[in-house]
Every structure is written in C-alpha cells, then in structure tokens.
C-alpha cells in the first residue's frame, strides 16, 4: 500500500510566525487530505488538494503529484492554529485513506 | 449542521464488558469508517461498509464487530473490552463512485473510550 511520511514531527513557533508542513507519498494518488485535529480530538477537513493549489483564508496548500509531495502553509499563525496536522492519502481503486504520522504543532503567545 | 454525529462523546466501560458505539450521518454517502486512534498515533482504519458490503481490515481483532443497518447509521460493538482497547475511536463518511474515485472523507467527533 501507498506510504505516507510527514514532516517536521514537532514545530514550535511564536504566534504571528509563517509555517510550512510537508507530506510525501510514496505513489500516485487519487485522493489527498489535510486536517487539523483540535485538542478535543476533532478531525477538521482544511483541503482535499490530490493536485494543484488552494486557499483558504491564512492557509494553503500545495500538492505536486508528479513529485509525490504537498506542502500546506500556515500564515501569521494563531495559539487557535496549535494541535496535530495529518495528511492522508488514497489510491485509485481503493477507498481507504493512510495516514501520516502527523505534525504536531504548538503556538506560543 | 452537524454532518456526522457520534454518540456518545464519551463512553466508560469495564474491562471485559460488551461496549456499543454510534454513528450517524446526514450526508447520505455510501461509505462510512471506523477508525481507531491512540493517544500520539494516527488513526487507524479498523474496517468500512461499501454500502452494505463490509470490509475487514486485516489486522483487526476479531473483538471488533460492525453493523450498519441503513445508510444512516452505523455502529462499533467491541465485544469483550481490554485495557488496550482504550482509545478514540472516529466514524468517517465519504461519497465513492464504482469503488475507484472517493471524494472527501468527513469526520465525526469521535467517542473516547475509557476501560477500567
């Protein structure tokens, strides 16, 4: 099955800071997700990005499938933008997402 | 507005009593999940229905057992609890078309389980 890897595992930033995650996969994919699991343990839908590029108010993300990477971006961040970001990824033909190992990120007022 | 909706929030149980977790959803998809997630892990799919069709995760103990008796609903019964069985578990849901392109996966709130 497709392999996942996320990096950095940990960030710790200053509130206001830019970030930048990064998702690898390790095959061709038709379905990418990025979320954000909140303390609560919450899983919030931020973009389904298999290509391209979006937005979405401070955040964006970036998926560049020929290289089998996707960035997202976190700008001027927010102590509210602190948790565990997955990426998670499917292949044609099968329903089932994998997931990375997640960046934990923490925001200090 | 709630989309997925999963009940209860939180759910205590002794060890080796039979636990029934619930799940629903409003967006009349064809795909519902179960995921399982430890403290600092990532989930883990424990299996789906395609439709009715179940599909079983390899590795998933037969201790977990699934029922999804409409489109609707769907429900996680463990059947004998351990100590290792506490966890978070999340419904997912998502629109397949032919088993070859899935759109978005929508979560639930999740349940989090604690076995005493």
């Known amino acids: 099955g497709i392999q996942v890897e996320q990096s950095p595992p940990d960030l710790i930033l200053q509130e206001g800071a830019n970030s930048t995650l990064r998702c690898n996969f390790s095959d061709s994919v038709n379905n990418l997700q990025w979320f954000h699991q909140n303390p609560w343990g919450q899983l919030i839908n931020l973009f389904y990005?298999?290509?391209g590029t979006k937005q979405n108010g401070r955040l964006s993300a970036t998926t560049v499938a020929t290289e089998r990477y996707s960035l997202l971006y976190i700008s001027s961040s927010q102590t509210t933008d602190s948790g565990v970001y997955f990426c998670a990824a499917d292949q044609f033909g099968n329903e089932k997402l994998t997931f990375g190992t997640g960046t934990r990120l923490t925001i200090i007022p | 507005d709630a989309m997925v909706i999963q009940n209860p929030r939180y759910q205590v149980t002794q060890f080796g009593k039979p636990v029934t977790l619930s799940c629903s959803q409003t967006l009349n998809h064809n795909v519902m999940y179960w995921y399982q997630q430890k403290s600092s892990q990532a989930p883990k799919l424990l299996f789906h229905?395609?439709?009715?069709?179940?599909?079983n995760e390899a590795d998933t103990p037969d201790n977990f057992q699934s029922r999804r008796p409409n489109t609707s609903f769907c429900f996680l019964d463990i059947r004998s609890p351990g100590l290792g069985d506490a966890a978070m578990y999340l419904c997912a849901t998502s629109r397949t078309r032919d088993k070859e392109y899935q759109e978005t996966q929508y979560f639930g709130p999740g349940t989090r389980l604690l076995v005493l």
């Open positions: 990005i298999p290509s």
């Open positions: 229905y395609y439709d009715k069709d179940f599909n």
